[in-house]
């Protein structure tokens, strides 16, 4: 791998193309170049984000507060939030998810796959991120959540469920943020996005059903696989169709610069609504179990840790230039919580503790990760960018 590097950003797309790392917060403005001092680039860090993205996890907060407070004092909230359902999924978390998923998916350079893929070291690099994402992330996060919820299965499924879904969201702007490079970090988030509708439903019965010998995880596979394919698959289409009939009909430089701008913020508005839907109807089990609820942030506060500074070190000591080893640690150490949350909901309703486990997801990782953003870029100085 420290031989033969995927080339970087700048061969890897065209003169014409846009960074893809801020999309959500700002297309117009890329994010700095590596040598810029640690100091500047700490401080600039914020403003490189939009207010919405920029305290995220006050907003995610303030929302589970709120949500709490109102689903417990206010009557009949479950019922009204079960008017309708779609896979046993009740209409408005829904709605939720699919605005949660289908920006996301806009942003991906689903064109440049093939291309990259065939230049020289590439697949070796991505071969290395499968690994770390397939292989390494679910087996520590099953073995974290048991080490340390033995005796809460629900709440361990939850846990384990969020280890398994790989990063296709909030990746992009952590990567943007420390100067990583941004085509490489698209085209991970696109393998990812395809190997999830492939690999999620058997290895989610692997770890929760072999591995774990079949305790708190207790419905058939199709269950696991069609909310796969509805709450990932469906927008997936969607955002891959969106893509390719905009840039022809509009080109890459409109799409980049206004149409991402406009719909990016509908993922995090959509996760908001998310939350608070789940927490209003979650609010007397929240209540009543929040000793347990604060237990569950320990095994994914231990798992971004090991994971991100595990795959910092193996890059460290495999010489990878310091675009690629901050996507790779990135990509390794994000999730997807908003599929954890759907095939959680989708497979044992609304108001389990399994879903409540994986909400705890976003609100444990979007401060955590934004702290490494500001730790790796001490590093910047003292690793090699190409």
Avoid at 94 to 123: D, F, H, N, T
Avoid at 194 to 209: G, N, R, S
Avoid at 296 to 323: D, E, I, N, R
Wanted: charged share 10%.
């Amino acid at each position: 791998m420290a031989s033969s590097p995927p080339p970087q950003k700048q061969s890897m797309a065209s003169p014409n193309d846009k960074p893809m790392a801020l999309d959500i917060a700002d297309a117009n403005e890329p994010p700095s170049h590596p040598s810029t001092t640690g100091g500047t680039k700490l401080q600039g860090l914020f403003k490189q984000l939009s207010v919405l993205d920029r305290y995220l996890y006050v907003w995610i907060f303030v929302v589970m507060v709120v949500s709490i407070v109102f689903g417990y004092y206010v009557k009949g909230v479950k019922k009204a939030f079960q008017v309708a359902e779609i896979a046993s999924v009740s209409l408005p978390i829904a709605i939720g998810l699919w605005v949660m998923m289908y920006p996301v998916l806009c942003k991906v350079q689903y064109e440049i796959l093939g291309r990259v893929l065939r230049q020289a070291g590439s697949v070796k690099t991505v071969s290395i991120s499968i690994v770390l994402n397939w292989i390494v992330g679910p087996a520590l996060m099953t073995g974290l959540a048991w080490a340390t919820l033995p005796d809460l299965p629900e709440f361990r499924t939850g846990v384990i469920l969020v280890g398994i879904a790989r990063c296709i969201a909030m990746v992009l702007i952590w990567n943007g943020l420390a100067n990583g490079d941004a085509d490489y970090c698209a085209i991970l988030v696109a393998i990812n996005s395809v190997l999830q509708i492939i690999l999620f439903t058997p290895v989610a019965l692997l770890y929760l059903k072999v591995v774990s010998r079949g305790k708190g995880f207790h419905v058939s596979s199709w269950t696991v696989a069609k909310s796969v394919l509805l709450f990932l698959g469906v927008p997936l289409v969607a955002g891959i169709v969106t893509r390719l009939i905009l840039i022809s009909a509009f080109g890459r430089r409109w799409y980049q610069s206004k149409f991402l701008p406009f719909i990016g913020p509908w993922a995090l508005i959509g996760l908001l609504y998310t939350i608070f839907v789940m927490f209003s109807i979650q609010a007397h089990q929240i209540v009543e179990n929040i000793g347990h609820v604060v237990r569950v942030a320990v095994p994914l506060l231990l798992y971004f840790g090991a994971v991100f500074f595990g795959s910092l070190f193996l890059c460290k000591w495999l010489k990878v230039p310091y675009p690629l080893a901050v996507t790779q640690c990135f990509t390794a150490a994000s999730n997807n919580f908003e599929l954890a949350i759907a095939v959680a909901v989708g497979s044992f309703g609304i108001d389990s503790k399994e879903a409540l486990a994986a909400t705890i997801g976003p609100l444990i990782e979007v401060p955590v990760l934004l702290l490494f953003v500001y730790i790796v870029g001490f590093f910047q100085k003292k690793w090699p960018v190409s």
